[in-house]
Each structure stands twice: as C-alpha cells, then as structure tokens.
C-alpha cells in the first residue's frame, strides 16, 4: 500500500551521464515536490509542481529538470552528474500548496556519481 | 525567512515521555508550526501541525505556547522506533515560496532500551 514510490532506490551513474530519477503516487495529489539531501544534511527543496505549474526554487542549478505527465508520475534529470550531485533525492507529493496540508515523503533514490 | 532554533541531540529512555522544544520567536502571525521526522536510511514523515491551539494525535501531541514563540512536541511514550531526526519548520500560511516546508538541522532523538 505505498503511497509515494521511488524507483530505483539506489542509482549508480557516471560523471557527465544523464540519469533520470522516477516517482509515482496512488494519493491522486495535486501538488509534487523534489528534494536533495545531502549526507547529513537537511532536505532542500529543488522544485515542485502543482499540477502542470512548475515552480524552481531561485537556487536550484540548472542542471536539474523535471517533467511531470500525469498526476500520478514525476521524474527529475539531471543532465551532467557531478560529484556534488552525488545525495539522496526525495519525492513528496501534497494535496495542495497552503500550510495546511502535509507532505508524504518516499523512501529516496540514492544516487552515486562515479 | 522565519525560522526555528531546536537543540542538537537528545536522549531518552523507552517508554519514557520525550518533550523536544522548538523555539520560533520571529513567527508571524499566519505561520504554521510543523513537525517531521526522518527515520535512518527513510524519507521525512509528517508527524502534526498547529497554528495557535495544542493539537493531539496518534503520533504525538503540540503544545504552543501562548505567545508562540517556542513549541514542544510531545511523544507520550518513547519506542525505540521513535529515534529519528526531529523536524521543526514553520509554514506561511499565505502559502507561495514561505509556505514551503524549509528544512533546518533537527533533533536528533535517540532512545536508550
């Protein structure tokens, strides 16, 4: 009964590689987010749609994209790994932008840069 | 940005009430009190929230001072299950780029057989 699914849950890509990272939900939400969390560190939100809007955080590198679908499928790129890049990224997905909704979290996607 | 001050690290014994502070003395009057946790090795998960009034859960209970300049979460009886990295963020209440949920450094709970 997942309700936010991340796949794969480990990735392993190489230095100037694209990667896409995958998230689905079945919370039929309209709002998705993705963060990176680097080793022992907070989560920093990159981006977030709600719906179709797609809203970049001021600074989120450009190195990142995302597409979204449908409701239920979001993906992030990333076009040239670094090894800065290397964290775990975290999808989260939201009934809505206000307050006062919460965020349901996936497991993560680590991601290695070799 | 409005923002939280929680301690580094705590302690404390199963079975045992853990009260973790949070203190916010720039909070607006719109902002939302929110608190998540992140297991090891698992995405953050949304534990309660609350705007003027203590709240109640299964999980946990919020209490907010009259002023609302600090917090407390409240786990009534800490499991070992319950070591985590404690969350707390506020969230405009306007929404926009203030109602996003900005991560500071957490308290991390360890909780002691």
């Known amino acids: 009964d997942a309700m936010v699914i991340q796949n794969p849950r480990y990735q392993v890509t190489q230095f100037g590689k694209p990667v896409t990272l995958s998230c689905s939900q079945t919370?039929?939400?309209?709002?998705m987010y993705w963060y990176q969390q680097k080793s022992s560190q907070a989560p920093k939100l990159l981006f977030h749609?709600?719906?179709?809007?797609?809203?970049n955080e001021a600074d989120t590198p450009d190195n990142f994209q995302s597409r979204r679908p449908n409701t239920s499928f979001c993906f992030l790129d990333i076009r040239s790994p670094g090894l800065g890049d290397a964290a775990m990224y975290l999808c989260?997905?939201?009934?809505?932008?206000?307050?006062?909704?919460?965020?349901?979290f996936g497991p993560g996607t680590r991601l290695t840069v070799t | 940005d409005a923002k939280t001050t929680q301690p580094n690290s705590m302690e404390s014994n199963e079975e045992e009430p853990v009260h973790l502070p949070c203190n916010h003395s720039?909070?607006?009057?719109?902002?939302?009190i929110h608190w998540y946790r992140q297991l090891p090795s698992q995405g953050p998960e949304y534990v309660i929230h609350?705007?003027?009034s203590n709240v109640n859960n299964r999980m946990a209970s919020l209490a907010i001072a009259e002023d609302r300049k600090s917090s407390t979460l409240i786990l009534h009886r800490a499991t070992l299950r319950d070591a985590a990295v404690y969350y707390c963020?506020?969230?405009?209440?306007?929404?926009?780029?203030?109602?996003?949920?900005?991560f500071g450094k957490g308290t991390k709970l360890s909780v002691k057989p």
């Open positions: 749609y709600y719906d179709k809007d797609f809203n």
């Open positions: 919370l039929n939400h309209n709002v």
């Open positions: 989260a997905t939201s009934r809505a932008v206000d307050s006062y909704y919460e965020q349901y």
């Open positions: 963020i506020l969230r405009d209440g306007y929404g926009g780029s203030q109602g996003n949920l900005i």
């Open positions: 720039t909070i607006s009057g719109t902002d939302y």
């Open positions: 609350g705007l003027t």
